[in-house]
């Protein structure tokens, strides 16, 4: 098994940044791949960004491409997401989540084990 912690969230305004993160516990860090995803209120969870079990061949959702950034670091078993060029269709409760089925990715999401969330607020 394995317990996650977001951090990071917070209100920003429309153009800036923010860095998420996500604390990893449990199983070895090394060993699983990775993935963020968020729910806007009434909406249902949208898929943000993925990376494999080494950190490397990261994806990301087309609304996401250049603006956001993932990264997996291995030797302190924290999964970041760098966000950018915030919009206000950004808010959202951001959720890391863990792979450790196969079925976790930017098509799948039963298999996730999932983190609390971080809250998300850009203003315009």
């Known amino acids: 098994q394995v317990q996650l912690v977001e951090s990071g969230g917070g209100l920003v305004q429309a153009g800036g940044s923010l860095r998420l993160s996500c604390a990893a516990s449990?199983?070895?860090?090394?060993?699983?791949?990775m993935a963020w995803f968020r729910q806007a209120p009434g909406k249902e969870r949208e898929f943000v960004a993925g990376v494999s079990w080494s950190g490397s061949s990261p994806y990301y959702a087309d609304s996401m491409k250049g603006r956001f950034s993932i990264f997996k670091d291995n030797s302190k078993n924290t999964l970041y997401l760098d966000m950018n060029s915030l919009k206000p269709e950004d808010t959202a409760v951001y959720y890391c989540?863990?792979?450790?089925?196969?079925?976790?990715?930017?098509?799948?999401?039963?298999?996730?084990?999932w983190g609390q969330g971080t809250q998300v607020t850009v203003s315009s």
């Open positions: 449990g199983r070895t860090f090394g060993s699983y791949a």
């Open positions: 989540a863990a792979d450790l089925t196969g079925r976790c990715n930017s098509v799948h999401t039963w298999g996730c084990s």
